[in-house]
Structure formats: structure tokens, C-alpha cells
């Protein structure tokens, strides 16, 4: 074993926040690829997916979490539950924040959870939107979020621009333990591509519809497959609560569903680079956000506390 191997770093790093401060844009950014979906919506992230960095010293995984919140609902507690046993599991927490607003409620709820229970983990603070925050303005935003978690090592980013990204990931490689890697060096996510296509179709959804009705929605992909024609066939139905839910999302003359279909379809193909044949319904499963069945049928498990 050579000295490189003795010393290779390796760990995990959960991005913490309220929904909409960027942690998914961050991870896209740092892999250098869209992996993760992204929308100008809070709580686009619905569960935990892995960014794997492999860099000749040091691995670093980003776990993305759904955004933390003031929940309203099951699918509310179900997020907060993921958030919460992601920031059990890693090595370094990184609470990301935006620079461009001032601390919200739901930040604070975030900070509050990832210090619970004086846990001894590594903590950074990632203040991201800087590329909207003025050169002057940035030392009293910074002073301002840390005073909320003084025990973290703070970086100033913009995840749209890149700027202070290289910073941050010394930062976070420089506290990672040593350890050799977890992951082979081509796997950059944990998610499989029909899991990513179910995220990309709600990214769509959630660009083209306005605010009631995204929150409301879900997505599941029923079939996944090559054709023989090199084409990949994806068949997703969207759920919605309500009837007249249903009505927008299909819009006139169907409109609306092309829109989302087109725009799904089109991140499909950046991202797996070949032609996607892609067919959408909608359907109404009334108040599936309360009902425990239908969250476990997408994956959610609602932990009874203990
Ligand atoms: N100007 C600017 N916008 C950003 C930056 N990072 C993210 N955004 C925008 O912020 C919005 C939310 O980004 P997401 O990455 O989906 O946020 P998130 O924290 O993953 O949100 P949830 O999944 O809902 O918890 C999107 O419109 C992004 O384009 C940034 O550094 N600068
Ligand atoms: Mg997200």
C-alpha cells in the first residue's frame, strides 16, 4: 500500500437547509452534471439522493436532502424524517443557506435539527446566491448566518456561478476522515435512471404549473425500457389530489401535458444522451399526501417516533 492509499479521505456530506436554497443546484454543480432535479419551487427533493465525487485524495459523497420545513402535511413529516436520519448517518453536515434572503423560520427549524441532541459531527455552513448578494454586502451576510451555527467553518458560494465551489470542497475534504473509498469512481449517484426520469417529469411539472398545484403532485414511472429501435420508452403517470387538479395539468387541448412532456423529455435525453420516447397520464388519488398506503407505494415510510 503506497502513501497516497494510506492517506485517502473519504466521508459523508449531508447539504441541510430549508427547501429552495440550492441544494440540488449545488450538487449538479459540483459533479459537473445534472443528476439531481432542480425548480424555482420549494421542495422539489422528495427523497435522499447520493452525489459521489471521486478526486485522487479523498472521495466525497453529498447526500441531498429533502428540504426541511415546517411540515402541513404526512408527506411534510416524511420529508423532514428523511433529512433527519440523513444527518444522523454522515460524517460532516453542511447547513446551506441562502444569502440572499434573511433567515427564515423554516432555516432556523433546519439549523435546530442538525444540532439536536449535541451531535458530534463536523459542521459547515454554506452560504450560497452570493452571485446576488453585493461584493460589499457578503462579510455582514456571512456574520449574520453564523452567528446562528458558530461551530461551523463557513464558505460563501454561488452555486449558478461556481464561484467559492473549489473553496468548499477543500474545506470539506480537509474534515473528512481518513478512509479508503466507499464507491468506484464511474458511479456518481445511488438513484437508478427510472427513479432520475420520475424526478426530471416533476421538475417539468413543477416549471410549467403555478403554485397550488406542484405541491400536490407526484410522479411514478411504470415502464422503463430499451426498444429495439435504440429509442428508451418511458411510460409515467402524475397524481393529483383533486379533479380539478387533474384539469390543469392536462390543460387545454392538452397543452399543458405536452409542455411538461417536451421539457421532461428534453433533460431525459441531456442527461442519459439518447433519444427518449416519452407518455404521460393523470390520474387523481385524493388527498394522497395524508394517506400512509400511498406514500409507501412511492417509497415513503412514516417512522412512528421514538
Ligand atoms: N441566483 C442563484 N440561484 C440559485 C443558486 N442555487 C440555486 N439557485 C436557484 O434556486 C432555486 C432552488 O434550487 P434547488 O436546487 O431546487 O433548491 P433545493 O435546496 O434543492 O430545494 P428543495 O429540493 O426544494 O429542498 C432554483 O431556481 C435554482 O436555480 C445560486 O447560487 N444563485
Ligand atoms: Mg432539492
Do not use: C
Not at 294 to 303: A, N, P, S
Request: glycine fraction near 6%.
Amino acid at each position: 500500500m503506497n502513501q497516497d492509499t494510506l492517506n485517502y479521505k473519504a466521508g459523508y456530506i449531508a447539504l441541510a437547509g430549508r427547501p429552495n436554497v440550492g441544494k440540488s443546484t449545488l450538487v449538479n454543480t459540483i459533479m459537473g452534471q445534472k443528476i439531481a432535479a432542480v425548480s424555482p419551487k420549494p421542495q422539489t427533493t422528495r427523497r435522499r439522493q447520493l452525489g459521489i465525487l471521486t478526486l485522487p485524495q479523498s472521495q466525497l459523497i453529498f447526500v441531498d436532502a429533502p428540504g426541511i420545513h415546517l411540515q402541513h402535511h404526512k408527506l411534510g413529516e416524511a420529508l423532514n424524517q428523511t433529512a433527519e436520519e440523513i444527518i444522523s448517518d454522515v460524517d460532516v453536515i453542511a447547513w446551506v443557506v441562502d444569502g440572499s434572503a434573511e433567515p427564515s423560520g423554516d432555516d432556523l427549524q433546519a439549523r435546530d435539527l442538525l444540532i439536536q441532541g449535541k451531535r458530534r459531527k463536523k459542521l459547515v455552513l454554506i452560504v450560497n446566491k452570493i452571485d446576488r448578494v453585493l461584493e460589499e454586502n457578503r462579510p455582514a451576510v456571512l456574520e449574520r448566518y453564523q452567528s446562528l451555527l458558530p461551530d461551523a467553518r463557513p464558505v460563501l458560494v454561488s452555486a449558478t456561478t461556481k464561484e467559492g465551489v473549489d473553496e468548499l470542497l477543500a474545506v470539506i475534504s480537509d474534515l473528512l476522515p481518513v478512509h479508503p473509498p466507499y464507491y468506484d469512481e464511474d458511479e456518481i449517484t445511488d438513484l437508478y435512471e427510472r427513479e432520475i426520469a420520475a424526478d426530471l417529469i416533476r421538475e417539468a411539472a413543477l416549471k410549467h404549473l403555478r403554485e397550488e398545484v406542484p405541491h400536490a403532485l407526484a410522479v411514478r414511472v411504470d415502464e422503463f425500457k430499451e426498444r429495439e429501435d435504440g429509442k428508451t420508452y418511458v411510460a409515467a403517470t402524475l397524481f393529483v389530489e383533486r379533479e380539478s387538479q387533474k384539469g390543469i395539468v392536462i390543460g387545454q387541448g392538452a397543452e399543458m401535458l405536452k409542455r411538461i412532456g417536451t421539457s421532461a423529455r428534453v433533460e431525459m435525453e441531456k442527461m442519459g444522451d439518447r433519444s427518449i420516447f416519452l407518455e404521460l397520464r393523470v390520474k387523481v388519488a385524493k388527498g394522497w399526501r395524508d394517506d400512509p398506503d400511498f406514500l409507501r407505494r412511492l417509497g415513503f415510510e412514516i417512522k412512528k417516533k421514538k
